[in-house]
């Protein structure tokens, strides 16, 4: 016998006629209820029944009497500066939405405001224009912090991934929904649940931003547990009302991360649709069901040659699901549709195509006028039905009754967006000390012994000192820098006066020269406190500084500031004007000075001219454009400006140690519209410096410097300016700038820890087997610098676990590792096969024993049946001298089935937190109906009756042993 699940059927022939779905007979297991509507069918009590009843009541009253301009106005997803304006003053609101201004807009992006009457202001002038008092929805980003890049910022979700930690990653979420909904946020486009099993897919992290990065790994059990965890924070389980809660928006659906080439949005190239089904849905059910996912974020790429944002299977999974939130296209998804994947044949085709499948909201594909009026036609020729277009708006408008929009649209007074995020500056401490990895560690390098006689620690590297936070943290991936800690930094904060530190960066951090954050601690204000320099506001851009006399006063501040679509806080107007004043001081770097660049990085309309010691050293002028490196830039401009002094910056001498008296004058005309996608904020500013060594003598520098230490710290890696979004690599390697530096440090002869830092996985097995001890930080947050310090001198013992495959080198590729068995039967002739560091591996300073192994479920101590969880149970002991933890993992081997099966499968794992000595019997719960059921031959879901063996491992390689392992039977 066996258990059926969900029908799906394809047609005898080579041709795919359309998937049938079906819908699951199976009582839901219980965790399916979790969710607190009930969407699944769950027994639910009469509150719940009443509650859903009245909601669809309401909003059935609201959307039947709505025109179909009112309709098409509530699936716009709204520019913020199309209705804020350059005056900030909502003056642009009416014509925005002209001639209908009183039927509001649906939902509204890139908002960010800098505090929370901002946001109030514009819905009660929402709410004031509207002739039925709907609510805007506020969307936004937050995948490992607010996109408002003046919150918390946390470590990327591959990183989180790492910690293999589901309460701490779940306490991530709860403090970045906090931080939304303090400035009005409701619905946040996270969490990607999308697999990277592609390393050189820039995504694997997070937007030009990160892909790889803001994925959760290779895995789709780790991804599940992980993106319920951190979706189960971000909504408060499903408390969407709650002024503390957020929607989550999972994305992107479905199957992005197997895209050809490790090409961002390019065709699905994974081993087909069943392996979708099994393995690229799971997370996004589990989101649904568990998490309280309200909102899907369709997906760019193709599926099966059908564009995502069309493809019948993946809205009728959501059917078939019961999910019933609001879908919304991915940004300028629809036009894609024509542009690129040429499946329609004009706008009214692209939006018909989208709608009639099940799509909801445009995200910046058409104008409003050009969205309403083709809509209305579309309606009027019955192209689309209007039930259709109402049903679509029901969906939306459900989940703002959800969110109690309708009963209290308003942030609370009482709330401080910035109390919170100096709350939470601890949990960006812990999470990134939970992510790091050890991959290496010979003859016990790790933890530093200061009593064993070093003297010198030189610091190497582009990540030695300066702030890496990935993508979506703002136009250098390294905002806010106010609250940052470089390793440097981290470093210092442990050496007595007898140790001394070098820190030299020796490279860039990619192919051409780019601009770093000064970091905060280089800054002293007038007083002399560090931290910041003294900041005087002026109301006018023209002012004189000499003699007007300021706003207000502020210190201490850095002069890194994105004031979003509002004036600073405390002026009335965009035009404005800022002086900063200080010290800036220089790290001892080991040689007497390093040539470099100094300058302000503006957007446009601003000017800026920075003065040290008195006198004017670098002008960035005011333009249309302005003058960041704040995108991942193509090959071909690379090559062509791999030399070339990064934009408006000033040739410096830095003199190691030396404090300058520093002064930033910043001029700011709000003279244009901001455009979507372009540029979403009325100013920004950067100071910035490099020393990476004009000269092309950084190698040199860095050998001098570390010449007669005892210790290397080699701080390499990946910035934002190569890993993210559209960084698509073809390799694994460090770039060859920083090839050649780590060459140079590794033939001192010197024992050197590499600290890795990056959005994905390094092929470098050469440096893996050279290094005395490897720490993989990936991008570790705000926190980043002091965590990996806490791990190099033991005040914390890393116990993180790779979430992706590691490759020996790139030809390898694929290298997940849940593979068949034909896939590895046999080796390459030239290189090895197998990954360097599996999935799920990882070290620790201290040891573990395992003891116990057993499994039960409510059938039985060796048999289970659908609708069972299993519980796997182990006594695990710390048998070393220091605390630390263990990742218990359990694999389901291959076994005989209908299909071919891989050769082991992560089903469960717990990460367990010992002091030396300690023992701890230990938990591990399997779903069954979630995780062991397959696809058959005839495509249906069945759960197979017959044995099914479980191994604890300690990772997911080939070399695993399997020994301890446990048997249990499906009945």
């Known amino acids: 016998m066996v258990r059926r699940l969900i029908l799906v059927c394809f047609a005898a022939c080579a041709s795919v006629r359309a998937l049938q779905y079906s819908y699951d007979s199976r009582p839901p297991a219980a965790s399916d209820c979790a969710t607190p509507d009930n969407v699944l069918g769950c027994t639910v009590n009469e509150e719940d029944l009443q509650r859903r009843e009245e909601r669809d009541a309401f909003v059935d009253a609201l959307v039947s009497g709505m025109s179909v301009e009112e309709l098409a106005h509530q699936l716009h997803l709204m520019f913020a500066d199309n209705v804020v304006g350059p005056k900030s003053e909502l003056e642009l609101y009416d014509s925005a939405l002209a001639p209908h201004s009183n039927y509001t807009f649906g939902t509204i992006h890139d908002f960010y405001p800098t505090d929370k009457s901002q946001y109030n202001d514009l819905q009660a002038l929402n709410l004031n224009r509207s002739a039925k008092s709907i609510p ?256 679509r708006v029901h969906r939306v408008i459900g989940v703002k009754y959800d969110l109690g929009l309708f009963e209290d649209p308003f942030v609370p007074e009482e709330t401080d967006s910035t109390a919170l995020v100096e709350q939470h500056v601890p949990l960006t401490l812990e999470m990134a000390q939970k992510s790091l990895v050890l991959l290496e560690n010979r003859n016990g390098t790790l933890p530093v012994s200061l009593s064993s006689g070093i003297k010198k620690i030189a610091l190497v590297g582009p990540f030695a000192d300066t702030l890496n936070y990935g993508g979506y943290s703002g136009p250098w991936g390294m905002g806010p820098n106010d609250r940052g800690i470089t390793l440097r930094q981290g470093i210092l904060s442990y050496l007595p006066d007898s140790v001394s530190l070098v820190s030299t960066w020796g490279a860039e951090s990619w192919l051409y020269h780019s601009q770093y954050a000064v970091p905060a601690y280089a800054y002293t204000d007038l007083s002399g406190t560090p931290g910041g320099l003294t900041a005087s506001y002026f109301a006018d851009p023209s002012a004189n500084f000499t003699s007007a006399t300021p706003a207000f ?16 806080l405390g002026l009335a107007s965009n035009n404005f004007s800022v002086v900063w004043e200080g010290a800036l001081t220089v790290p001892e770097l080991g040689v007497p000075s390093v040539a470099g660049w100094l300058g302000a990085a503006v957007s446009p309309n601003i000017s800026a001219e920075v003065f040290v010691d008195g006198s004017s050293v670098a002008r960035s002028p005011a333009t249309p454009v302005g003058n960041t490196l704040s995108n991942i830039e193509s090959w071909v401009w690379v090559q062509d400006n791999a030399t070339a002094a990064p934009p408006d910056g000033a040739e410096f001498e830095f003199e190691s140690g030396r404090t300058y008296a520093l002064r930033v004058e910043l001029r700011v005309w709000n003279l244009a519209q901001k455009i979507e996608n372009v540029n979403s904020v009325n100013a920004h500013v950067e100071l910035w410096w490099n020393l990476a060594g004009r000269e092309g003598d950084g190698v040199q520098q860095a050998v001098q410097a570390a010449e007669g230490a005892d210790l290397i710290v080699l701080a390499v890696g990946a910035n934002w300016n190569s890993d993210g979004e559209s960084g698509d690599r073809a390799t694994l390697s460090l770039s060859p700038n920083q090839t050649a530096l780590a060459d140079a440090m590794f033939n001192l002869g010197i024992p050197v820890v590499m600290v890795l830092q990056g959005g994905r996985p390094f092929a470098i097995a050469e440096y893996y087997e050279r290094s005395a001890a490897v720490l993989n930080a990936f991008f570790p947050g705000q926190s980043g610098g002091q965590a990996i310090a806490d791990a190099l001198f033991g005040t914390t013992n890393p116990g993180g676990r790779v979430p992706l495959s590691i490759p020996a080198n790139e030809q390898q590729l694929p290298i997940d590792y849940n593979i068949k068995y034909t896939a590895r039967a046999k080796n390459y002739t030239d290189v090895y096969s197998y990954a360097q560091y599996p999935f799920g591996y990882g070290l620790s300073y201290t040891t573990f024993t395992r003891a116990e192994f057993n499994a039960s479920s409510a059938s039985g101590s060796n048999t289970f049946s659908p609708g069972d969880t299993i519980s796997f149970r182990a006594d695990v002991t710390n048998t070393g001298t220091m605390a630390g933890s263990d990742v218990l993992q359990v694999y389901l081997l291959v076994r005989r089935s209908t299909i071919v099966r891989p050769q082991k499968q992560l089903v469960a794992f717990t990460r367990v937190y010992l002091d030396a000595g300690e023992t701890r019997t230990v938990e591990m719960q399997l779903e069954v109906d979630r995780y062991l059921p397959i696809v058959d031959r005839a495509w249906k879901w069945v759960l197979e009756e017959g044995d099914y063996t479980f191994a604890l491992l300690d990772h997911g390689g080939y070399d695993a042993d399997t020994s301890t392992n446990v048997t249990m039977t499906c009945v």
């Open 136 to 391: 805007f929805m506020q969307a936004a980003e937050c995948l490992h912090g607010v996109g408002s890049f003046k919150q918390s910022m946390f470590p990327v979700p591959l990183a989180m991934a790492a910690s293999w930690d589901t309460d701490v990653v779940y306490s991530v979420g709860r403090a970045i929904g906090a931080e939304a909904s303090s400035i009005g946020i409701h619905a946040c486009f996270a969490p990607v649940l999308d697999l990277g099993k592609d390393p050189r897919w820039g995504r694997t992290q997070g937007e030009s931003l990160d892909f790889l990065p803001i994925a959760w790994g290779e895995d789709h059990v780790l991804t599940s547990h992980m993106g319920v965890a951190f979706a189960g924070g971000l909504s408060k389980n499903g408390s969407w009302s709650d002024h503390d809660a957020v929607v989550p928006v999972m994305k992107h659906f479905a199957a992005h991360g197997s895209p050809r080439g490790g090409i961002n949005a390019a065709p699905f190239m994974g081993r087909g649709m069943r392996q979708v089904m099994q393995e690229m849905f799971v997370p996004f059910k589990a989101a649904i069901d568990l998490g309280g996912v309200h909102g899907v974020m369709m997906a760019y790429h193709e599926l099966d040659e059908i564009p995502a944002h069309v493809h019948p299977m993946l809205y009728a999974a959501l059917d078939e699901w019961g999910f019933n939130g609001f879908i919304t296209a991915d940004d300028t998804g629809m036009a894609m549709l024509y542009k690129r994947h040429t499946v329609t044949t004009s706008d009214a085709d692209t939006m018909q195509q989208y709608l009639n499948a099940g799509g909801m909201i445009q995200y910046y594909d058409f104008s409003l006028a050009t969205w309403r009026d083709t809509i209305v036609d579309l309606v009027a020729n019955g192209t689309i039905p209007l039930h259709v277009l109402q049903e």
């Open 553 to 568: 006063t502020t210190s201490p501040q850095t002069p890194n500031r994105d004031w979003g679509l509002y004036p600073p």
